[in-house]
């Protein structure tokens, strides 16, 4: 949790969601269990390769649509070795680095009631902390059956338009917006 209150906002939605989140937590000690019905945690990875130009996405069966890896903390308060587990199952990626140790962004997701290995899951929320993590394109990738149909690096230009999620854009926007931040800093130095 204390990855959470550390955590520097981008702009008034993260500072919202931030004091959500939060509260939420201090409220409810089964956050980090997906048994919590109305919200839980999750951390998600956002991947690029060491030019910044392009994003790993994963199509997600249950989504459908091109979208990030990440899942559920199931319990486990390590957000960044979820994210970094989850990329590695969801990818086939064999290693990850993460750019940083710190979150790269922070939201609070509404999840739409779906089926999911035959069982009902009602609407939701999910209180993400994303990491941004760097791996080699050239590495073989492979799919998780169960999760997704394909995995593939997109231009980050085109993986916006990839995805075919409403309510993610401004999610992935605001993802990619910071990586082409952090390149432009680069270069400047």
Do not use: C
Not at 102 to 115: K, Q
Not at 143 to 163: C, H, M, P, Q, Y
């Amino acid at each position: 949790m204390h990855l959470i209150e550390a955590y520097q906002p981008l702009n008034e939605q993260e500072a919202r969601d931030q004091a959500l989140i939060l509260q939420f937590l201090k409220r409810n000690p089964d956050a980090l269990e997906r048994t919590n019905l109305t919200a839980h945690l999750t951390s998600s990875a956002i991947i690029t390769e060491k030019t910044m130009t392009k994003v790993l996405f994963a199509y997600h069966r249950i989504y459908d649509s091109w979208a990030w890896v990440g899942g559920h903390n199931d319990g486990d308060p390590d957000f960044l070795a979820v994210a970094i587990r989850e990329a590695l199952e969801e990818t086939g990626l064999e290693t990850v680095t993460p750019y940083k140790d710190d979150i790269f962004t922070l939201d609070v997701i509404y999840v739409p009631n779906h089926i999911k290995h035959g069982q009902y899951i009602p609407d939701h929320l999910h209180l993400n902390v994303t990491f941004l993590l760097i791996a080699d394109e050239n590495h073989p990738l492979s799919i998780k059956i169960d999760e997704n149909t394909g995995v593939r690096w997109f231009l980050i230009e085109d993986a916006l338009k990839a995805s075919s999620e409403p309510r993610m854009k401004p999610v992935y926007q605001k993802a990619f917006d910071q990586i082409r931040r952090i390149r432009t800093q680069t270069k400047d130095l």
